[in-house]
């Protein structure tokens, strides 16, 4: 079994269309969508969900307010400021100290060194993951809760899910849909992956990314594809990009020009080829040959 | 006054609007400095083409144990939350990169044989852009303090100036911490469902923080008009809408500003920039 994660840098360049065009051509693949920040594959699979879990990424502080002797202390030895004099009174205090959950790192100091033991120390639940079904395939997703964090530990679970799941159903394939940036959560996707897919587009901020996003992937020692979105929008650019990827040993697998059957295709909750069976499409299927020639 | 650039999906356009707000009221002789806090991919500087005349290389604290006054009691690790120092067989290890810099084996540690070292994590680097003060984060690769590096750069904010945070894309820890503590969010989409369902997202999490904000709908006449229902329906201020132009496609390929070859917009950020200032003035009933 194989893991394919398509991955972009800059975010806006058609990675989740791609992603989910591919997985209109590989039949039978798992699809893990480790895009947990701002999930899209969704839309255009229309997942039928069979399995809802709780993700929890660590745990978190609470100030008992009616054991909080104001001390301070606790607010002193936070580095993240995620403590204030902002609690609900108490029979003694006019204020008490509060945990702001969106700041809290979990990290347990304040519950160590509270001198009267006020502060308790539970597991918080920072979204949910999903087992669904969907036309082209099973599907691993997730919805992280509001302003949460821990997005890494919850593509690493997306992942593993996944994986297990190949391994039952025989699938010889799991495709990934990773996140922009080259931070936790895309290092998070990318770790010990057989194939990274990069999507950029011809512009300088795609380019300048791309040259970020590459050197990530070389960092960790896994091997490239390329893929240049919108092709035809600077066709001097793409020469440029193309030559770039060369010169680091990435392959340009695939030059796809604009079209906004994209967007037509997204509109209509279908993958680009369901949509249309014109040139896009030819493109889309060219790309796909040559990653799964790049897999075997 | 603060004003931070974001958005739930990437691409959308945030730094064009970002790089073009900040020039358009630099031109108009204010005092306007731009801080790019997309620190994983910034981009900013291909647009303002800044001279840098300071380069900071921005570290994290991480544990240094003294190896002679250890006595291999194991409390840094039993507090460590993150696996980044760990003790077995009465040695301790730690691993940098998980590092969190809370200060807890230092401060648990009853020999106190823990002390702090640097680890660089990225540098940052300020300087001029015809008029706007310039300042960006470039997080090193395989480094995971995001965070951290956009707490560095938002820390070199000027007072009295208009200062535009261009924040990274997404809904969880870096764009909290870029948008932490600003006076106005603008959150740019794009009318698609992809654009709606992250705006969605995005909307939650400035609501959460209690953040005042508006939307910019990039590339306004494609796609449906589902973003536009939405924001009706939530009584959400769409402060700008930008129609899709083959014109601004090329020159943003290129690396120049909108307001550069479609001179007119210089007038609608000015714009924007005062309704921003009336929203502030004058909060709207949600607010």
Redesign the interface.
């Known amino acids: 079994m194989k893991e394919l994660v398509v991955i972009s840098g800059k975010g806006g360049t058609g990675k989740t269309s791609i992603t989910a065009a591919l997985a209109a051509l590989a039949h039978g693949a798992v699809l893990a969508d480790c895009d947990v920040d701002a999930a899209d594959l969704h839309i255009v699979l229309s997942p039928n969900v069979r399995q809802t879990s709780d993700f929890s990424g660590g745990r978190q502080a609470a100030i008992d307010p009616t054991q909080c002797i104001g001390c301070g202390l606790c607010a002193d030895m936070c580095r993240f400021d995620a403590i204030h004099l902002e609690g609900p009174a108490n029979e003694v205090l006019g204020k008490t100290y509060r945990v702001d959950p969106v700041a809290c790192e979990g990290c347990k100091v304040c519950v160590e060194f509270c001198p009267v033991k006020a502060i308790g120390f539970h597991e918080a639940v920072n979204g949910q993951w999903f087992v669904s079904d969907t036309r082209l395939g099973p599907m691993v997703h997730a919805k992280l809760g509001i302003a949460e964090e821990n997005s890494g530990k919850l593509v690493t679970l997306i992942r593993r899910k996944a994986k297990e799941i190949a391994e039952e159903r025989k699938s010889d394939l799991v495709l990934v849909d990773g996140s922009p940036g080259i931070g936790c959560p895309v290092i998070a996707s990318i770790t010990g992956a057989d194939l990274v897919l990069i999507v950029t587009e011809p512009t300088l901020s795609g380019r300048h990314d791309l040259a970020r996003v590459a050197d990530l992937t070389a960092n960790f020692g896994i091997r490239a594809l390329l893929c240049i979105n919108k092709a035809d929008i600077n066709p001097q650019m793409t020469a440029q990009i193309s030559e770039e990827a060369r010169r680091r040993g990435i392959t340009v697998v695939g030059e796809i020009p604009y079209d906004d059957a994209f967007t037509k295709a997204q509109i209509m909750k279908a993958t680009v080829v369901e949509y249309t069976g014109g040139e896009i499409t030819e493109r889309i299927k060219a790309l796909w040959r040559q990653v799964t020639y790049a897999l075997a | 006054m603060k004003i931070a650039i974001a958005s ?5 356009g945030k ?1 064009t609007i970002a790089t073009n707000l900040a020039v358009s009221l630099a031109r108009a002789g204010r005092t306007v400095q731009y801080l790019d806090c997309d620190v ?2 910034p ?1 900013g500087h ?1 647009f303002l083409k800044p001279h840098i005349d300071c380069v900071e290389e921005v570290t994290v604290d991480v544990p240094e144990v003294d190896e002679s006054k250890c006595t291999g009691c194991g409390r840094c690790g039993q ?1 460590c ?2 696996s980044a120092i760990v003790c077995i067989q009465k040695h301790v290890l730690t691993f940098e990169q998980l590092c ?5 084996c230092m ?2 540690c009853p020999e106190l044989a823990i002390t702090t070292k640097q680890r660089r994590i990225g540098i940052a680097e300020y300087g001029d852009a015809a008029g706007v003060a310039f300042g960006h984060g470039k ?1 090193d ?4 303090q ?1 965070p951290s590096l956009i707490r560095s750069v938002k820390h070199h904010a000027i007072d009295d100036a208009v200062v535009i945070l261009d924040a ?7 764009v ?1 911490e870029a948008v932490k503590g600003v006076d106005f969010v603008l959150l740019v989409t794009e009318p ?3 654009g709606l ?2 705006l969605e ?1 995005a909307v ?2 400035i609501r ?2 209690g953040l005042p904000f508006s939307v910019i709908i990039n590339r306004c006449d ?3 008009d589902g973003v536009v229902q939405y924001c009706r329906r939530e009584g959400i201020d769409i402060a700008m809408e930008i129609p899709n132009s083959r014109k601004i ?2 020159a ?4 120049r500003m909108m307001v550069d070859v479609m001179s007119e917009y210089t007038g609608q950020f000015r714009g924007l920039h005062q309704r921003i200032g009336r929203r502030i003035a004058a909060p709207m009933r949600e607010e």
Do not use: W
């Open positions: 739930g999906k990437g691409g959308t730094t994983e991919e981009n291909i507090l939350q993150y969190h810099s809370c200060g807890g401060a648990v997080l690769i395989g480094a995971i995001t990274p894309p997404g809904t969880s820890c870096p909290i698609t469902p992809f369902n992250d997202l939650g999490m959460a923080l494609m796609g449906d496609a090329e943003y390929s290129r690396g």
